[in-house]
Protein backbone atom coordinates (compact mmCIF):
# COMPACT_ATOMS: atom_id res chain seq x y z
CA UNK A 1 0.00 0.00 0.00
CA UNK A 2 2.85 2.44 1.14
CA UNK A 3 5.06 1.58 -2.01
CA UNK A 4 1.85 1.86 -4.50
CA UNK A 5 1.11 5.42 -2.91
CA UNK A 6 4.45 6.16 -2.95
CA UNK A 7 4.69 5.46 -6.22
CA UNK A 8 1.71 7.36 -7.62
CA UNK A 9 2.98 10.15 -5.63
CA UNK A 10 6.63 10.25 -7.22
CA UNK A 11 4.75 9.79 -11.19
CA UNK A 12 1.84 12.63 -10.43
CA UNK A 13 4.06 15.23 -8.05
CA UNK A 14 7.46 14.45 -9.62
CA UNK A 15 9.21 13.91 -5.67
CA UNK A 16 8.95 11.87 -3.38
CA UNK A 17 6.01 12.44 -0.44
CA UNK A 18 7.23 14.11 2.28
CA UNK A 19 5.20 12.38 4.71
CA UNK A 20 3.00 9.21 4.95
CA UNK A 21 0.23 9.15 7.72
CA UNK A 22 -2.34 6.55 8.46
CA UNK A 23 -5.55 5.89 10.28
CA UNK A 24 -7.01 2.43 10.94
CA UNK A 25 -10.94 1.32 10.55
CA UNK A 26 -12.88 -0.30 13.39
CA UNK A 27 -14.74 -2.99 14.42
CA UNK A 28 -17.35 -2.33 17.40
CA UNK A 29 -17.70 -5.09 20.30
CA UNK A 30 -20.52 -3.63 22.02
CA UNK A 31 -23.02 -0.58 21.73
CA UNK A 32 -24.42 -0.09 18.48
CA UNK A 33 -26.15 3.41 17.32
CA UNK A 34 -26.22 4.14 20.99
CA UNK A 35 -23.07 6.94 20.63
CA UNK A 36 -25.44 9.23 19.24
CA UNK A 37 -27.80 8.80 22.47
CA UNK A 38 -25.24 9.67 24.99
CA UNK A 39 -24.62 5.77 25.85
CA UNK A 40 -21.33 3.59 25.73
CA UNK A 41 -19.31 1.87 23.03
CA UNK A 42 -16.82 -1.18 23.22
CA UNK A 43 -15.22 -0.58 19.42
CA UNK A 44 -11.66 -1.68 18.42
CA UNK A 45 -9.44 -0.41 15.84
CA UNK A 46 -8.28 -2.64 13.41
CA UNK A 47 -5.24 -3.60 11.27
CA UNK A 48 -6.83 -2.05 7.98
CA UNK A 49 -6.42 1.51 7.24
CA UNK A 50 -6.07 4.59 4.68
CA UNK A 51 -2.57 5.88 4.35
CA UNK A 52 -1.98 9.18 2.81
CA UNK A 53 1.56 9.66 1.37
CA UNK A 54 1.94 13.80 1.22
CA UNK A 55 3.54 16.89 0.91
CA UNK A 56 3.06 20.37 1.27
CA UNK A 57 1.91 21.88 -1.94
CA UNK A 58 3.30 25.44 -3.51
CA UNK A 59 0.03 27.90 -3.71
CA UNK A 60 -3.23 27.86 -2.31
CA UNK A 61 -4.62 24.69 -4.17
CA UNK A 62 -5.30 20.98 -2.54
CA UNK A 63 -4.60 18.33 -5.08
CA UNK A 64 -6.04 15.13 -4.02
CA UNK A 65 -5.61 11.78 -6.02
CA UNK A 66 -7.80 8.88 -4.41
CA UNK A 67 -5.75 5.81 -5.54
CA UNK A 68 -8.84 3.70 -5.43
CA UNK A 69 -10.49 5.53 -7.89
CA UNK A 70 -8.09 6.91 -10.14
CA UNK A 71 -9.58 10.00 -9.51
CA UNK A 72 -8.29 13.14 -8.53
CA UNK A 73 -9.81 16.28 -7.10
CA UNK A 74 -8.41 19.78 -6.34
CA UNK A 75 -9.84 22.17 -3.98
CA UNK A 76 -8.91 25.76 -2.25
CA UNK A 77 -10.03 27.44 1.23
CA UNK A 78 -12.92 29.30 -0.95
CA UNK A 79 -13.74 26.79 -3.07
CA UNK A 80 -14.62 24.46 0.11
CA UNK A 81 -17.65 25.82 1.30
CA UNK A 82 -19.60 25.24 -1.77
CA UNK A 83 -18.14 21.81 -1.65
CA UNK A 84 -16.83 22.14 -5.72
CA UNK A 85 -13.68 21.84 -7.35
CA UNK A 86 -11.56 25.14 -8.17
CA UNK A 87 -12.28 24.31 -11.62
CA UNK A 88 -16.11 25.03 -10.58
CA UNK A 89 -16.99 21.52 -11.36
CA UNK A 90 -18.43 19.46 -7.96
CA UNK A 91 -16.57 17.77 -5.65
CA UNK A 92 -17.00 13.82 -5.97
CA UNK A 93 -18.43 12.12 -3.09
CA UNK A 94 -14.98 10.60 -1.63
CA UNK A 95 -13.65 14.09 -1.90
CA UNK A 96 -16.43 15.19 0.86
CA UNK A 97 -14.26 13.42 3.31
CA UNK A 98 -11.00 15.05 3.34
CA UNK A 99 -12.88 18.32 2.22
CA UNK A 100 -15.14 17.83 4.85
CA UNK A 101 -12.08 17.61 7.28
CA UNK A 102 -10.22 20.44 5.84
CA UNK A 103 -13.27 22.72 6.17
CA UNK A 104 -13.64 21.33 10.11
CA UNK A 105 -10.18 22.35 11.03
CA UNK A 106 -10.53 25.61 9.38
CA UNK A 107 -13.55 26.55 10.76
CA UNK A 108 -12.40 25.30 14.14
CA UNK A 109 -9.84 28.23 13.32
CA UNK A 110 -6.75 25.57 12.57
CA UNK A 111 -4.10 26.33 9.25
CA UNK A 112 -4.67 23.81 6.44
CA UNK A 113 -1.85 24.82 4.47
CA UNK A 114 -2.40 23.15 0.98
CA UNK A 115 -1.14 19.80 0.23
CA UNK A 116 -0.73 17.77 -2.60
CA UNK A 117 -1.51 13.93 -1.23
CA UNK A 118 -2.30 10.15 -2.74
CA UNK A 119 -4.27 8.57 -0.63
CA UNK A 120 -5.37 4.48 -0.60
CA UNK A 121 -7.36 2.45 2.08
CA UNK A 122 -8.03 -1.21 2.22
CA UNK A 123 -11.15 -0.63 4.49
CA UNK A 124 -13.21 -1.53 2.70
CA UNK A 125 -16.14 0.76 1.51
CA UNK A 126 -19.62 0.67 2.68
CA UNK A 127 -19.13 -2.43 5.03
CA UNK A 128 -19.64 -1.03 8.69
CA UNK A 129 -15.53 -0.99 9.69
CA UNK A 130 -15.46 3.21 9.27
CA UNK A 131 -13.86 3.60 6.14
CA UNK A 132 -15.17 6.91 6.18
CA UNK A 133 -13.99 7.55 9.60
CA UNK A 134 -10.02 6.06 8.85
CA UNK A 135 -9.99 8.93 5.18
CA UNK A 136 -10.81 11.72 8.03
CA UNK A 137 -8.84 11.17 10.48
CA UNK A 138 -5.36 10.12 8.47
CA UNK A 139 -6.34 13.75 6.81
CA UNK A 140 -6.60 15.22 10.20
CA UNK A 141 -3.38 13.59 10.69
CA UNK A 142 -1.83 15.47 7.80
CA UNK A 143 -3.06 18.83 7.98
CA UNK A 144 -1.60 18.98 11.88
CA UNK A 145 1.75 17.50 10.29
CA UNK A 146 1.88 20.73 8.01
CA UNK A 147 -0.25 23.16 10.05
CA UNK A 148 2.24 23.61 12.96
CA UNK A 149 -0.34 22.97 15.27
CA UNK A 150 -1.49 19.86 17.96
CA UNK A 151 -4.94 18.48 19.00
CA UNK A 152 -5.06 15.50 21.10
CA UNK A 153 -7.13 12.04 19.40
CA UNK A 154 -10.06 13.00 20.55
CA UNK A 155 -10.43 16.62 19.40
CA UNK A 156 -9.29 15.44 16.34
CA UNK A 157 -12.06 12.69 16.21
CA UNK A 158 -14.96 15.70 17.44
CA UNK A 159 -13.79 17.94 14.51
CA UNK A 160 -13.88 14.64 12.13
CA UNK A 161 -17.74 13.91 14.02
CA UNK A 162 -18.64 17.56 12.84
CA UNK A 163 -16.92 17.12 9.43
CA UNK A 164 -19.26 13.81 9.01
CA UNK A 165 -22.45 15.58 10.60
CA UNK A 166 -21.98 19.22 8.60
CA UNK A 167 -20.62 18.94 5.85
CA UNK A 168 -20.84 15.36 4.43
CA UNK A 169 -24.53 15.24 5.85
CA UNK A 170 -24.98 12.32 8.40
CA UNK A 171 -26.31 12.58 11.73
CA UNK A 172 -23.41 9.97 12.90
CA UNK A 173 -21.96 10.05 16.31
CA UNK A 174 -18.15 10.05 17.85
CA UNK A 175 -17.54 6.38 17.85
CA UNK A 176 -15.73 5.63 14.55
CA UNK A 177 -13.92 8.47 14.16
CA UNK A 178 -12.83 8.49 18.12
CA UNK A 179 -11.82 4.07 17.86
CA UNK A 180 -9.72 5.43 14.15
CA UNK A 181 -8.30 8.27 16.37
CA UNK A 182 -7.42 6.54 20.07
CA UNK A 183 -6.99 2.82 19.13
CA UNK A 184 -4.48 1.11 20.80
CA UNK A 185 -2.57 -2.18 20.17
CA UNK A 186 -4.01 -5.24 21.57
CA UNK A 187 -6.49 -3.33 23.35
CA UNK A 188 -10.09 -2.71 23.26
CA UNK A 189 -11.72 0.94 23.64
CA UNK A 190 -14.67 1.54 25.85
CA UNK A 191 -15.77 5.24 25.76
CA UNK A 192 -18.53 6.90 27.69
CA UNK A 193 -20.41 8.70 24.38
CA UNK A 194 -21.62 11.51 26.61
CA UNK A 195 -18.32 12.56 28.96
CA UNK A 196 -15.89 11.49 26.26
CA UNK A 197 -14.47 10.06 28.95
CA UNK A 198 -12.89 6.77 27.65
CA UNK A 199 -10.27 3.85 28.98
CA UNK A 200 -8.98 0.75 27.11
CA UNK A 201 -8.93 -2.66 28.39
CA UNK A 202 -6.44 -6.14 27.43
CA UNK A 203 -8.23 -8.36 24.85
CA UNK A 204 -8.16 -11.36 25.95
CA UNK A 205 -5.37 -13.02 24.93
CA UNK A 206 -7.59 -16.63 24.03
CA UNK A 207 -9.67 -14.57 21.89
CA UNK A 208 -9.87 -14.09 17.75
CA UNK A 209 -12.10 -10.96 16.71
CA UNK A 210 -13.10 -12.63 13.47
CA UNK A 211 -14.86 -9.98 10.78
CA UNK A 212 -16.61 -11.81 7.86
CA UNK A 213 -18.13 -9.58 5.00
CA UNK A 214 -21.17 -10.29 3.59
CA UNK A 215 -20.11 -8.54 0.27
CA UNK A 216 -23.35 -6.47 0.31
CA UNK A 217 -22.32 -2.93 0.56
CA UNK A 218 -24.77 0.13 1.95
CA UNK A 219 -24.45 3.88 1.67
CA UNK A 220 -24.43 5.67 5.41
CA UNK A 221 -25.44 8.61 3.71
CA UNK A 222 -28.99 7.33 2.39
CA UNK A 223 -31.70 8.33 4.82
CA UNK A 224 -32.28 5.22 6.86
CA UNK A 225 -29.31 6.04 9.42
CA UNK A 226 -30.84 9.36 9.77
CA UNK A 227 -34.16 8.17 10.30
CA UNK A 228 -33.24 5.91 13.28
CA UNK A 229 -30.95 9.01 15.03
CA UNK A 230 -34.47 11.14 14.29
CA UNK A 231 -37.07 8.60 16.02
CA UNK A 232 -34.31 8.16 18.91
CA UNK A 233 -34.35 11.97 19.52
CA UNK A 234 -38.83 11.78 19.09
CA UNK A 235 -38.70 9.31 21.83
CA UNK A 236 -36.70 11.31 23.91
CA UNK A 237 -39.22 14.19 23.36
CA UNK A 238 -42.29 11.78 24.14
CA UNK A 239 -40.80 10.56 27.12
CA UNK A 240 -40.07 13.87 28.77
CA UNK A 241 -43.26 13.95 29.63
CA UNK A 242 -43.31 11.40 31.93
CA UNK A 243 -39.92 12.03 32.77
CA UNK A 244 -38.88 15.33 32.54
CA UNK A 245 -35.16 15.09 33.47
CA UNK A 246 -33.89 13.01 30.59
CA UNK A 247 -31.72 14.50 27.91
CA UNK A 248 -31.00 11.27 25.91
CA UNK A 249 -32.25 7.82 25.85
CA UNK A 250 -29.15 6.63 28.03
CA UNK A 251 -31.30 8.01 30.76
CA UNK A 252 -34.02 6.04 30.33
CA UNK A 253 -33.66 3.19 32.32
CA UNK A 254 -35.83 -0.49 30.97
CA UNK A 255 -37.66 -0.45 33.92
CA UNK A 256 -39.16 3.26 33.20
CA UNK A 257 -39.46 2.86 29.65
CA UNK A 258 -41.08 -0.36 30.22
CA UNK A 259 -43.65 1.95 32.99
CA UNK A 260 -43.91 5.00 30.23
CA UNK A 261 -43.28 3.48 26.76
CA UNK A 262 -47.25 2.47 25.75
CA UNK A 263 -48.14 5.81 24.16
CA UNK A 264 -44.77 5.69 21.78
CA UNK A 265 -46.06 5.13 18.29
CA UNK A 266 -44.88 1.67 17.22
CA UNK A 267 -41.76 2.38 15.47
CA UNK A 268 -40.59 4.92 17.80
CA UNK A 269 -40.79 2.18 20.58
CA UNK A 270 -38.93 -0.31 19.12
CA UNK A 271 -36.17 2.03 17.99
CA UNK A 272 -36.11 3.66 21.93
CA UNK A 273 -36.27 -0.33 23.11
CA UNK A 274 -33.58 -0.88 21.05
CA UNK A 275 -31.19 1.87 22.45
CA UNK A 276 -32.00 1.27 25.94
CA UNK A 277 -31.77 -2.76 26.24
CA UNK A 278 -28.39 -1.55 24.29
CA UNK A 279 -26.95 0.77 26.78
CA UNK A 280 -28.25 -1.85 29.43
CA UNK A 281 -26.09 -4.39 27.66
CA UNK A 282 -23.04 -2.35 27.52
CA UNK A 283 -23.07 -1.86 31.37
CA UNK A 284 -23.38 -5.66 31.82
CA UNK A 285 -20.79 -6.05 29.88
CA UNK A 286 -17.52 -4.36 31.03
CA UNK A 287 -17.28 -6.56 34.70
CA UNK A 288 -17.63 -9.89 32.15
CA UNK A 289 -15.14 -8.52 29.96
CA UNK A 290 -12.56 -7.86 33.05
CA UNK A 291 -13.05 -11.84 34.29
CA UNK A 292 -12.53 -12.89 30.65
CA UNK A 293 -15.92 -14.21 30.74
CA UNK A 294 -16.55 -14.75 27.50
CA UNK A 295 -19.74 -16.67 27.26
CA UNK A 296 -21.18 -14.09 28.85
CA UNK A 297 -20.23 -11.36 26.39
CA UNK A 298 -20.50 -13.19 23.72
CA UNK A 299 -24.49 -13.74 24.99
CA UNK A 300 -25.14 -9.91 25.21
CA UNK A 301 -23.53 -9.89 21.74
CA UNK A 302 -25.99 -12.45 20.33
CA UNK A 303 -29.31 -10.22 21.98
CA UNK A 304 -27.62 -7.34 20.50
CA UNK A 305 -28.01 -9.11 16.85
CA UNK A 306 -31.40 -9.89 17.91
CA UNK A 307 -32.31 -6.34 19.15
CA UNK A 308 -30.88 -4.66 15.83
CA UNK A 309 -32.33 -6.80 13.65
CA UNK A 310 -36.05 -6.82 15.00
CA UNK A 311 -36.40 -3.51 17.20
CA UNK A 312 -33.69 -1.35 15.35
CA UNK A 313 -34.53 -2.97 11.66
CA UNK A 314 -30.76 -2.47 10.49
CA UNK A 315 -30.31 -5.84 9.48
CA UNK A 316 -30.82 -7.35 6.41
CA UNK A 317 -31.16 -11.24 5.22
CA UNK A 318 -26.99 -11.87 4.58
CA UNK A 319 -26.34 -10.08 7.81
CA UNK A 320 -28.90 -12.71 9.71
CA UNK A 321 -27.55 -15.84 7.49
CA UNK A 322 -23.55 -14.98 8.55
CA UNK A 323 -24.35 -14.64 11.99
CA UNK A 324 -26.93 -17.50 12.37
CA UNK A 325 -24.60 -19.98 10.52
CA UNK A 326 -21.63 -18.18 13.07
CA UNK A 327 -23.33 -18.88 16.07
CA UNK A 328 -24.14 -22.51 15.42
CA UNK A 329 -19.80 -23.32 15.00
CA UNK A 330 -17.53 -24.53 17.41
CA UNK A 331 -15.88 -21.76 19.13
CA UNK A 332 -17.77 -18.92 18.51
CA UNK A 333 -18.89 -17.30 21.70
CA UNK A 334 -21.32 -14.44 19.78
CA UNK A 335 -21.43 -12.72 16.67
CA UNK A 336 -23.23 -10.12 15.41
CA UNK A 337 -24.00 -7.06 12.57
CA UNK A 338 -20.83 -4.36 13.36
CA UNK A 339 -21.51 -1.00 12.75
CA UNK A 340 -24.89 1.15 11.14
CA UNK A 341 -25.97 -2.34 9.48
CA UNK A 342 -28.15 -2.46 6.51
CA UNK A 343 -25.02 -4.62 4.41
CA UNK A 344 -21.34 -4.82 5.33
CA UNK A 345 -19.95 -7.23 8.37
CA UNK A 346 -20.41 -9.05 11.10
CA UNK A 347 -17.78 -9.37 13.95
CA UNK A 348 -17.24 -12.75 15.71
CA UNK A 349 -15.39 -13.50 19.19
CA UNK A 350 -13.90 -16.60 18.29
CA UNK A 351 -11.40 -19.49 20.11
CA UNK A 352 -8.15 -18.21 19.05
CA UNK A 353 -7.54 -22.13 18.84
CA UNK A 354 -10.66 -22.73 16.64
CA UNK A 355 -10.26 -19.30 15.13
CA UNK A 356 -8.91 -20.78 11.67
CA UNK A 357 -11.52 -23.57 11.35
CA UNK A 358 -14.04 -21.24 12.40
CA UNK A 359 -13.64 -19.02 9.48
CA UNK A 360 -13.33 -21.77 6.89
CA UNK A 361 -16.88 -23.14 8.09
CA UNK A 362 -18.02 -19.90 8.09
CA UNK A 363 -16.94 -19.22 4.47
CA UNK A 364 -18.61 -22.89 3.58
CA UNK A 365 -21.53 -22.43 5.29
CA UNK A 366 -22.03 -18.77 3.79
CA UNK A 367 -21.11 -19.74 0.17
CA UNK A 368 -23.73 -23.38 0.34
CA UNK A 369 -26.48 -20.77 1.39
CA UNK A 370 -26.11 -17.79 -0.88
CA UNK A 371 -23.94 -18.98 -3.26
CA UNK A 372 -21.66 -15.98 -2.28
CA UNK A 373 -17.56 -16.43 -1.34
CA UNK A 374 -17.43 -14.29 1.23
CA UNK A 375 -14.00 -12.45 2.72
CA UNK A 376 -13.31 -13.68 6.31
CA UNK A 377 -10.31 -12.76 8.56
CA UNK A 378 -9.23 -12.49 11.68
CA UNK A 379 -7.88 -8.85 12.64
CA UNK A 380 -5.78 -7.27 15.25
CA UNK A 381 -6.70 -4.22 17.77
CA UNK A 382 -4.59 -1.85 16.43
CA UNK A 383 -2.90 1.67 17.00
CA UNK A 384 -4.98 4.57 16.13
CA UNK A 385 -4.13 7.31 13.57
CA UNK A 386 -0.92 8.80 13.46
CA UNK A 387 2.44 9.64 11.29
CA UNK A 388 4.72 6.45 9.96
C1 LIG B 1 -21.97 4.38 12.02
C2 LIG B 1 -21.78 5.75 12.66
C3 LIG B 1 -21.42 5.64 14.14
C4 LIG B 1 -22.38 4.70 14.88
C5 LIG B 1 -22.55 3.40 14.11
C6 LIG B 1 -23.60 2.50 14.73
O1 LIG B 1 -20.77 3.68 11.97
O2 LIG B 1 -20.77 6.48 12.01
O3 LIG B 1 -21.39 6.90 14.73
O4 LIG B 1 -23.60 5.32 15.12
O5 LIG B 1 -22.92 3.63 12.76
O6 LIG B 1 -23.24 2.13 16.02
Not at 51 to 60: E, K, T
Not at 62 to 76: E, P
Not at 181 to 190: D, I, K, M, T, V
Request: charged content about 20%.
Amino acid sequence: MIEKITAIFQQKFGTQPAFIAQAPGRVNLLGEHVDYNDGFVMPVAIDRATYIAFSPAAGLETCLVAADFDQQARFSSDSIATKTQTDGSQMPEWGLYPAGMCWALSDAGLATPAINAVFSSNVPRGSGLSSSASVEMAFAIAWQQVGGWSLTPMERARLGQRAENQYVGVSCGIMDQFASACGENNRLLFLDCRSLQYHSLPLPENIALVVADTGVRRKLTTGEYNRRHDACTEAVRLLQNHLPAIQALRDVSPEDFNRFSADLPEEVKKRARHIISEVRRTITAIPLLEKSDMAGFGKLMNECHISLRDDYEVSIDELDTMVSIAQGLPGCYGARLTGAGFGGCTINLVERTQAEQFAQLLRQGYQQATGQSPEIYICQASQGAGML
